[in-house]
């Protein structure tokens, strides 16, 4: 009985960590080609469809080695990370990192913009951008964007605890209703909120004020000092965390103006 419990929990830890490594990537969509293939020869199977079963049968066979050949370095990447995936330990301090360099951005009056990923994949902006996959530091965020590398321009992804990508485009807000006076970086942190469940911090280059946008609501002009806070409240989704309800009440006040 005992054994039977165990390997339904390892087999459910090992289809769950497959599912978190190609989330978001274009391995996703060719996982899900495979799977309805997969369904369809189940199907022939089973009403007895000879030709069309044996047709699906080798093109599978032929498949599974195309993908190896194809997504080799998407394989060796998920690889990697499985190897550092230590049950998501250290969350809280790639998010003081990311806080810090905003502040440090502010201070300077150097823009920046920072998305952090949540549930949805962010794998189709990563690959709009130049892909880095190192270590959230607050001395290379800000390195990042100073105004004399060449990634400065766009934005950087935080995801799975590391700085994926830099210099990443990110789709700029449709809303109708926003300031005409919000600059292109605040009106690409709305949008890529809009469309995702990310977390994107902004500093503007013109005052050093720093925004966080989420859910399609941005709230400027945030306190160094309450960076870190709102960020780790938002992250935590505990909706009886305090932080995060002061977050919400200052989200409302900012659409009621």
């Known amino acids: ?9 390892l087999l459910w830890l090992i289809f769950y960590m497959m599912l978190v490594l190609i989330k978001g990537t274009v391995a996703e969509q060719v996982v899900k080609g495979f799977v309805v293939i997969s ?6 199977k089973t009403l007895n469809l000879n030709i069309i ?3 699906i049968t080798r093109a599978l066979g032929i ?8 997504f080799q370095p998407e394989i060796r990447r998920g690889l990697a990370r499985l190897g550092r995936f230590g049950v998501f ?4 301090q790639v998010l003081e990192e990311s806080a810090k360099a905003a502040v440090v951005l502010s201070k300077r009056k150097v823009g920046g913009l920072i998305a952090i990923e949540r549930e949805v994949g962010l794998r189709r902006y990563i690959e709009s951008g130049v892909e880095i996959d190192a270590v959230v530091t607050t001395e290379l965020i800000n390195t990042i964007f100073s105004p004399t590398t060449a990634l400065h321009d766009g934005g950087i992804i935080v995801a799975r605890q590391r700085i994926e990508a830099a210099a990443c485009l990110f789709p700029l807000t449709q809303n109708p209703h926003i300031p005409k006076t919000m600059g292109t970086r605040h009106r690409a942190a709305l949008g890529l909120s809009e469309e995702t469940d990310a977390v994107v911090v902004v500093v503007s280059e013109e005052t050093g004020d720093i925004s966080i946008a989420v859910e399609g609501k941005m709230t400027r002009n945030i306190e160094h000092k309450n960076v870190v806070k709102l960020i780790g409240g938002i ?3 505990n909706i009886n965390n305090p932080v995060t309800s002061a977050l919400k009440n200052i989200f409302s006040k900012s659409e009621a103006a």
């Open 1 to 9: 009985m005992y054994s039977i419990i165990l390997e339904i929990a």
């Open 39 to 44: 369904l369809v020869a189940v199907l022939s």
């Open 53 to 55: 079963n044996w047709i």
């Open 63 to 70: 498949a599974v080695i195309s993908i190896i050949v194809i």
């Open 89 to 92: 330990t250290g969350e809280s």
């Open 235 to 237: 992250m935590s989704k």
